[in-house]
């Protein structure tokens, strides 16, 4: 048998195995998905240390031009989806764009994506929820605070395994319970945003956007850079295509609409912080809530932990549903072992959800994940190079219908936008793309021994 590592997928064949999934998203429910990811605990940390180490309130521009980038990824992702609305997202669209062994690396960089995403937010929720306890008198014993460090005193990070397998719990569910969490979680998210700009408008004093620039264009690209990785959350919304009502409709309004809410959200944050407290002062852990001792407003300050809480359970939330319907579509497609492809009669996958969740809890419990959350950004830029780029080859495709949305000015915005995240990629140090040479030999090496043998495009062509 000749070896094609580069055969494709066929998108009827997805759409067959796909079709016993429940179709229950509309569209509000794609924009919650998204700004669940999108919006965490980033939006009260970010605004303040990128304006004192980079960009002064001129931040405010480097979130404005971060989205501009993500702007141009964001439409090729909603054709893409629009076209092909399976699961599986970037993965999938590698499989029939590019070939099985495109799609393989796609989907082995978002599943690390996914699972450190995940694991890494779960420590931070337990760290959140550690302080509520104290703040009440309540403590658990030290063992149970923190990942294996027998040198420090600490075996298993007890809260992080707990929030994670109550997420699983919750999606085990069904979308439809999972969503009314997940919808009001959102709103009172945003509700808690709102009360600081609210608030902090009060507060601002128009000398402290004085220079506006002080570390001058160089320094808005800089940060640009930086603040780019918050808003990559929003492909997870692509991986929910096989569930939602009316895709070809749908998809383009949770992708595009949850970049623009996003943006308006961080920039809002941002002028308000900035005006607030001059930008040399936000160089502190959390400068949204010290912002608001200043100016004693520490009310404030205590309901954005709880914001933090909730940011957190959504994207965790969020994070888990698509990474369990990307473990879904390798199964699925035999790359994977068969019984993780499975979906049970409520129209979930079960399998994918239940492995995937024990995976991260045990991650986030017993590993102290810094040193790798950095292979999140080259993980999410690879798939947005992909799909970008991957808008041509669709276009050049007389076997997959159209959608209901196509990307403005074809070529030029498709290969822009996969230009600009190679070009974000360049940003990243060596240590990370040490990491992550390791990881993709490693699922090389699965995908030789296993998946090409197993694959089912190989089963239809014996």
């Not at 990942?147 to 298993?156: E, I, K, S």
């Not at 996003?262 to 010290?290: E, F, H, W």
């Amino acid at each position: 048998m000749k070896l094609n590592p580069f055969r494709k997928e066929s998108l009827k064949r997805y759409l067959g195995t796909d079709k016993h999934f429940a179709k229950t998203l509309g569209a509000f429910d794609l924009l919650t998905i998204g700004i669940g990811a999108v919006i965490g605990t980033g939006i009260f940390i970010l605004p303040g240390t990128v304006a004192a180490k980079e960009a002064g309130p001129g931040v405010t521009l480097s979130f404005l031009v971060a989205a501009l980038v993500c702007t141009l990824a964001s439409m090729c992702y909603a054709e893409l989806s629009s076209s092909i609305p399976v699961a599986g997202s970037a993965y999938s669209y590698g499989n029939i764009l590019y070939g099985e062994v495109i799609g393989w690396i796609l989907g082995w960089a978002l599943i690390l994506e996914y699972m450190l995403s995940v694991a890494a937010v779960s420590a931070g929720w337990a760290s959140y929820f550690n302080s509520l306890l104290h703040s009440f008198g309540l403590h658990i014993p030290h063992n149970f605070e923190g990942p294996f460090d027998p040198l420090n005193g600490t075996y298993l990070n007890l809260w992080a395994v707990i929030s994670v397998l109550l997420i699983g719990i919750l999606l085990s569910r069904g979308m439809k319970t999972s969503m009314k969490f997940n919808n009001a979680a959102v709103l009172i998210k945003i509700a808690i945003i709102f009360i600081f700009i609210g608030v902090g408008l009060f507060f601002i004093k128009p000398k402290n956007y004085q220079p506006f620039t002080p570390y001058g264009t160089t320094g808005v690209l800089r940060g640009a850079t930086t603040v780019f990785f918050a808003f990559l959350g929003f492909d997870v919304v692509s991986s929910s295509a096989a569930e939602v009502k009316n895709p070809k409709k749908n998809m383009p309004i949770g992708i595009i609409g949850t970049l623009i809410v996003a943006a308006l959200l961080y920039m809002g944050v941002s002028v308000v912080l900035t005006g607030m407290v001059n930008y040399k002062q936000l160089d502190v852990a959390n400068p949204v809530a010290y912002a608001l001792k200043l100016v004693n407003q520490g009310w404030v300050a205590d309901l954005l932990s709880i914001g933090a809480i909730v940011g957190m359970s959504t994207m965790m939330l969020t994070m888990i549903y698509s990474s369990s319907r990307l473990i879904y579509s390798i199964g699925r497609d035999g790359l994977l072992p068969n019984f993780l492809g499975k979906i049970d009669k409520h129209g979930l996958p079960e399998n994918a959800l239940w492995i995937l969740t024990i995976v991260i809890a045990l991650m986030g419990g017993l590993f102290s994940l810094e040193e790798l959350t950095s292979l999140v950004s080259i993980g999410t830029l690879l798939a947005f190079t992909f799909v970008s780029f991957g808008v041509i080859l669709l276009r050049r495709r007389k076997d997959i219908p159209e959608g209901d949305f196509k990307v403005p000015f074809y070529p030029i915005i498709p290969i822009l936008s996969g230009l600009a995240c190679i070009g974000m990629m360049c940003f990243l140090s060596v240590k990370t793309y040490i990491f992550a040479g390791i990881w993709f030999l490693f699922g090389l090496f699965i995908y030789c021994v296993y998946g090409y043998k197993h694959s089912k495009i190989s089963k239809r062509n014996n």
